[in-house]
């Protein structure tokens, strides 16, 4: 089993910034890839940001210029910093991780989401 526990979601005006933090736990062998997708009201599921294990990212069309993604690989720990936010950022912020469990098998493990509301 793979544990992730987000943090950092909240209220923030436009043009504001936050940083969502996403730790991963349990039998972890090795993690391939971790991601932020969002969700916000009425809409799909959008993948926002994925860092993979030598350290390349890539981004969405939306977030590039705005977010950037980090891990902290000595904590399991994802990072996406969020400035320049916009009203249509606002959306429960899931992270993802996919890798290979101590028993030497894939997992693909989400966080319980966090909110994030642009607002003034």
């Known amino acids: 089993q793979v544990q992730l526990v987000e943090s950092g979601g909240g209220l923030v005006q436009p043009g504001g910034s936050l940083r969502l933090s996403c730790a991963a736990s349990?039998?972890?062998?090795?993690?391939?890839?971790m991601g932020w997708y969002r969700r916000a009201p009425g809409k799909e599921r959008e993948l926002v940001a994925t860092i993979f294990s030598g350290g390349t990212t890539s981004l969405s069309d939306s977030a590039k210029g705005r977010f950037t993604i980090s891990r902290d690989n000595a904590k399991n720990t994802v990072y996406l910093q969020m400035n320049s936010l916009k009203p249509e950022d606002t959306a429960v912020y899931y992270c993802?991780?996919?890798?290979?469990?101590?028993?030497?098998?894939?997992?693909?493990?989400w966080g319980q989401g966090t909110q994030v509301t642009v607002s003034s």
């Open positions: 993802n991780t996919g890798g290979i469990s101590l028993l030497m098998q894939p997992y693909d493990a």
């Open positions: 349990g039998s972890i062998f090795r993690i391939n890839a």
